[in-house]
């Protein structure tokens, strides 16, 4: 079983900045795809960006150019660095990542909320 750590969120301005990390621990080998999904109030859960263990990187359309995943393999930690960030990324934003056997696991999810 795999227990994720995040932190990093927040409130900030509109045009600031967060970043985002989540720490993996439990019963890991090698960890596949690890991500960064949100939740906004009334709205379904989406996919915000995902990298794969050797790093190939998908973000959605909406967060392109500002914000960027990373992660260490080593330290079973993705990061999500948000720059420039608008009042409609305000959302609970949870980290999913995927065991060596593919079942996900997902954050207690982290409130990151924008002011305009």
């Known amino acids: 079983q795999v227990q994720l750590v995040e932190s990093g969120g927040g409130l900030v301005q509109a045009g600031g900045s967060l970043r985002l990390s989540c720490a993996a621990s439990?019963?890991?080998?090698?960890?596949?795809?690890m991500g960064w999904y949100r939740q906004a109030p009334g709205k379904q859960r989406e996919l915000v960006a995902v990298?794969?263990?050797?790093?190939?990187?998908t973000y959605a359309d909406s967060v392109k150019g500002r914000f960027t995943i990373s992660r260490d393999n080593a330290k079973n930690t993705v990061w999500l660095q948000m720059n420039s960030l608008k009042p409609e990324d305000t959302a609970v934003y949870y980290c999913?990542?995927?065991?060596?056997?593919?079942?996900?696991?997902w954050g207690q999810g982290a409130q990151v909320t924008v002011s305009s």
């Open positions: 999913n990542v995927k065991s060596q056997f593919g079942i996900p696991s």
């Open positions: 990298i794969t263990r050797s790093g190939i990187t």
């Open positions: 439990g019963s890991i080998f090698a960890l596949n795809d």
